[in-house]
């Protein structure tokens, strides 16, 4: 009993996990994460590990060769915005007889950032509904709207912007201007959102947040602060953050 007891204990030694969050997490939704673990035994695997996060999620590693990491994917949810701590993360093995199973915990200082749950909401351009300014369009320079103008070649356009008829009666190449359609930026103005409560305003703030973003500057106002305008994916990251974050302690 003292053998088997001393190599169950030895076989979830130096065995470290770490949970891999994905870059956006909604409150009530489950959200993919991987969970890893490493045996840092430099001459024996560990075997029949069971990996438990603190929600009864569980998964199971028949062995794991020394100095080697395995990794799987678990689906996890959180109840609350916020920075949310990672939780218990417990690690089990029957090994080597199965008449009892050992256990190893490991509390996690780690947090991670849960953003509000996204409520579908209407975007309109007046009225106490609506989230946003200068929801119209503006003209820009670009290559898909109306011929604007005719310029001399600078040897940074694509060819097919070339104007060969114009071309043809000037000594250098002409180019082609067009102009394109731009939406104007939406700013989104949480106390002018509907909503029963701050929470679900915030939840209709993300929601536009998350369906506009990659195709329209979006700013935000919360209270007294302005968010400037932005696109892209990782703009819209940080303004979920900021809403995941509002008015916690």
Not at 182 to 204: F, Q, Y
Request: with cysteine.
């Amino acid at each position: 009993m003292s053998v088997t007891g001393l190599a169950g204990m030895y076989n979830i030694k130096k065995l470290i996990p770490v949970l891999q969050p994905p870059e956006e997490i909604y409150a009530g939704l489950p959200a993919p994460f991987r969970l890893s673990v490493k045996n840092c035994k430099m001459l024996l695997p560990s075997f029949l590990i069971s990996i438990e996060y603190n929600t009864g999620q569980t998964l199971i590693f028949p062995v794991i060769p020394y100095n080697t990491t395995r990794t799987d994917s678990v689906l996890l949810t959180f109840n609350r915005r916020g920075s949310v701590p990672v939780g218990r993360i417990t690690i089990s093995s029957p090994y080597p007889v199965g008449f009892f199973r050992r256990y190893w915990s490991f509390d996690s200082s780690d947090t991670v950032t849960v953003f509000p749950k996204p409520i579908a909401t209407v975007l309109s351009g007046s009225g106490d509904d609506s989230p946003a300014t200068g929801a119209t369009l503006r003209r820009e320079r670009g290559v898909g709207g109306e011929l604007e103008r005719i310029y001399p070649y600078s040897g940074s356009e694509p060819l097919r912007m070339i104007h060969w008829k114009h071309s043809a009666r000037s000594p250098d190449f002409q180019v082609k201007g067009f102009g394109r359609s731009v939406a104007a930026p939406l700013v989104i103005d949480l106390k002018l959102l509907t909503g029963h409560g701050i929470e679900e305003k915030l939840s209709r703030a993300a929601w536009l947040v998350q369906r506009w973003v990659r195709e329209r500057p979006v700013g935000m106002i919360l209270g007294a602060r302005v968010l400037p305008a932005g696109t892209g994916k990782l703009h819209g990251l940080s303004l979920l953050k900021e809403l995941a974050l509002y008015d916690s302690d």
